[in-house]
């Protein structure tokens, strides 16, 4: 168990370095969202482009041209002519590059390599978000998937491919 903890603690360090310098990151994505109260899950799918350290731009491709700005505390959609802004407080904000860089200390988690991959399961601790799970490639530590639940129990899964990080 020791041994374990002081492995994750080196691995969960070397994973935070990496992120702490990547500055721009882009990768093609699909999201799939799972909602409880819901026949159907959704699905999109698009590009993500990531400007360290806190602003997310999806342009999405599927189901229709639209585009998701987020920055600080705010969302901003795009999607034709019409665009809404919306202004989050700062637990509504699920920023995936702080789990892994400044706030990685802040939660309860668990690390484990196995197969390749290596998965961070966090554990939330607001009424906004439930947990997440993250899965890294084992060599380079791309994110290739983000699972997360908020506490409506909707699931919101994410999987990365073609990523470019600089």
Sequence with gaps: MIAFVLLATGLEEAIRQKYL??????ADFVEIVRNPRMDEEQKFRGTLEYFAPNRAVFHITYPQEQKMIVEENRMIYIMGADTMVKELEGDQVFNPYAFLTEKSDQFEKTIKEENGKIYIDVKGDSD?????????????????????TDSFGVEYIFRFSNIQMK
């Design 21 to 26: 310098n990547i500055k721009y990151l882009k």
């Design 128 to 148: 906004v978000f439930e947990g997440a799970r993250f899965v890294l490639d084992a060599k380079d530590y791309r994110v290739l998937e983000i699972r997360a």
